[in-house]
């Protein structure tokens, strides 16, 4: 009885979910797939002996983004690029 009530609870969050992306697409569709860029900085963050870390500056990128909850299209949404503008790679 509550394993069902929880399967049923579980497939409705699932369903609720997808229709929440699915009209979000539809939504940045109608629009007509309104996108903007971002510039993100690259940075190589280098492990020293003493337990420091040296930075050094890779250069910048113009990242597309689109103006929606989620990512679509292979793109983020621009809420989320406009946050994460820093991107490091550790060696």
């Not at 910048?60 to 989320?80: G, I, L, N």
Request: with cysteine.
């Amino acid at each position: 009885m509550i394993a069902r009530l929880v399967a049923k609870g579980g497939a409705g969050l699932v369903l609720v979910a997808a229709l929440f992306f699915f009209g979000d697409y539809a939504v940045l569709r109608l629009r007509g797939t309104p996108t903007s860029t971002v510039t993100v900085y690259h940075y190589l963050a280098i492990q020293e002996k003493n337990n420091r870390q040296e930075f050094v500056f890779q250069g910048t990128e113009e990242q597309t983004c689109v103006h929606s909850m989620f990512p679509h299209m292979s793109d983020p949404p621009c809420w989320y690029a406009v946050k994460h503008t820093e991107q490091r790679q550790n060696i």
